[in-house]
């Protein structure tokens, strides 16, 4: 689950990190009352969507009074932002933080990420802030530095310490660096995030250490035991499909090409499209009903996949281990009579009942394309969106 910039910034603040002071605005009137209400004499206007990159969209605005805060808000406020993480129609901005400017001297990247084949949580730190780190990573792989943490012992001083030296934080302003840091890796441990990236972390010229902008996102999976964060929820920000997939308890998301995709398994979802794409076609979409998905469930992702009416075709590509292959052909045959769709639909189904699955296929009277395995499908599929 995403979090909107403000958001991730409130609970950093409720785990000691410091941020700017900020109001978030809904209106250009509420505008002119958080410049007021800041003072000063420089703010930055910043739109508030879920993608990354505002700044190179115009999403981002330094400004020095109150006439131009005005300005920058009515150019940003209610207008589609385009990005390059938002495609070619852009995110309708629909919030705005209004912030205090900082003197910043110096820019530093800071982020936490899970990585999945040491099985801890890393910290990566470069002194190449407000950069994106991938580019860091592939031109400059010297200049970021990398720290896997304990779970036991958390982020020690000393490995703190090593972190914010090697960004170039001053030797004064060290100790307050390693309480960032700390603070910083508590919120994300504690929050059950998947990422924490303060991009850029700023050393100012009052001898402050803050997050100057801050992205986090957190494991779906564990917002149950989260209800401060699932609060922080945006619907405007989602797809009405992908809402209405999450809703029936499916893995939904919305792509650019013309074949859906109903896979159990993420990974097999996966490997799905790379086989859709290596045929020389794209999937519309990413859908994983999960190891235990009944009839409903089934009928559910039928219905939000072919409401994309650039899907041609559809490839069901089932393994049964948990999820049985007759309980999805019950499924499929009645998505498909309710639905009653002229889209072709290629079906390979293999594993636990499989022969009673395609039993079910063949006896149900509807226009079906069988496969026997993966590479079979994939040909089959494009083949039927190529006519």
């Known amino acids: 689950m995403k979090v909107h910039e403000f ?8 785990c000691a990190v410091e941020t700017p002071r900020g109001v978030v605005c809904h209106s250009l009137d509420e505008v002119e009352s958080a410049v007021t209400e800041l003072g000063g004499n420089i703010w930055v206007v910043k739109a508030q969507i879920h993608a990354g990159g505002r700044g190179k969209g115009g999403g981002v605005r330094v400004v020095h ?8 808000a009515k150019d940003i406020l209610h207008q589609p932002l385009v990005t390059p993480q938002t ?35 890393v910290l990566m730190m470069s002194p190449q802030g407000g950069m994106e780190i991938e580019e860091v990573a592939a031109a400059t792989p010297e200049k970021l530095l990398k720290i896997h943490i304990d779970p036991d012992t958390g982020l020690t001083d000393d490995d703190a310490r090593r972190a914010a030296s090697f960004a170039g934080i001053p030797d004064a302003l060290l100790d307050k660096a390693v309480g960032f840091l700390q603070a910083l890796y508590q919120a994300f441990w504690d929050n059950d995030a998947s990422l924490a990236e303060i991009n850029p972390l700023v050393v100012t010229d009052q001898g402050d250490v803050i997050a ?23 619907l405007d ?29 993420a990974g097999l979802a996966m490997a799905t499209m790379d086989i859709i794409k290596l045929y020389g076609e794209e999937p519309a979409n990413f859908l994983d009903v999960g190891g235990g998905a009944t009839t409903e469930q089934v009928i559910a992702a039928f219905t939000v996949m072919l409401k994309n009416k650039q899907v041609q075709a559809v490839l069901v590509n089932i393994f049964g281990g948990i999820m049985r292959c007759d309980v999805i052909a019950e499924g499929l045959v009645t998505a498909l009579r309710q639905i009653g769709t002229e889209v072709p639909v290629i079906v390979r189904l293999e594993g636990t009942n499989v022969e009673r ?17 993966m590479d079979d499908a994939a040909r089959k599929v494009v083949q039927a969106v190529r006519g």
């Open 7 to 14: 958001q991730a910034k409130e609970i950093l603040r409720n």
């Open 357 to 373: 699955g395609r039993t079910i296929l063949q006896e149900s009277g509807l226009t079906l394309i069988t496969a026997g395995t």
């Open 87 to 121: 495609g070619p129609e852009g995110q309708i901005v629909r919030k705005l933080l209004i912030e205090e400017g900082v003197g910043i001297l110096s820019e530093i990247y800071a982020g936490l990420v899970v990585d999945r084949a040491e099985q801890r949580v």
């Open 65 to 72: 009074s109150e006439a131009d805060a005005l300005s920058a």
């Open 212 to 234: 100057l902008d801050a992205k986090m996102t957190f494991d779906d999976s564990a917002l149950y035991r989260h209800p401060h964060i699932t609060k922080y929820r945006d």
């Open 237 to 265: 920000e989602e797809s009405a499909a992908e809402i209405e997939a999450s809703e029936a308890g499916l893995s939904y998301i919305s792509l650019d090409g013309n074949i859906g995709c109903l896979v159990n398994g």
